[in-house]
């Protein structure tokens, strides 16, 4: 193998193993929290209001992208603390807020949106949201 491939090789398993070779933005990581929260109140919504199965398609949806919930809580809580300066007890108490204000958004914006028709179509939305998130 020639010498000067060994670093690209290096840099591809990194960026393998790791995601994205950018640091998400704060605003990706907040873009992201909102799909996430209109994807779970949505499949809820389905599930509990309509009795439209929606949850095992949901957590399966999760499990699918949970790195990328991972990196955007994490690019918020390291924003909170090195821009925000809010120590780690402020910021678990910060990020309960970060949520309520996302399930917020999500009221505003899409709930009185979802129908029947909407909760029959579930698994196109998930591909949707999945779509939206910066990896």
Partial sequence: MKPYLIPGIILLMTVGLHGNAHAMTEKEAYNNLIFFQAAAN???FCENKLNIQALPALKK???ENASVLNRSINAIE??????KGLSKPEVKL???EVWKKMDDI????LA???????CMQFAQSLKFYESRLTQ
């Fill in 42 to 44: 949505e499949g809820e």
């Fill in 112 to 118: 009185d949106r979802r129908t029947h028709k909407t």
């Fill in 78 to 83: 390291h924003h909170l603390m090195n821009d």
């Fill in 106 to 109: 999500d009221r505003r914006r």
């Fill in 94 to 96: 910060a990020m309960v």
């Fill in 61 to 63: 949806w999760q499990r």
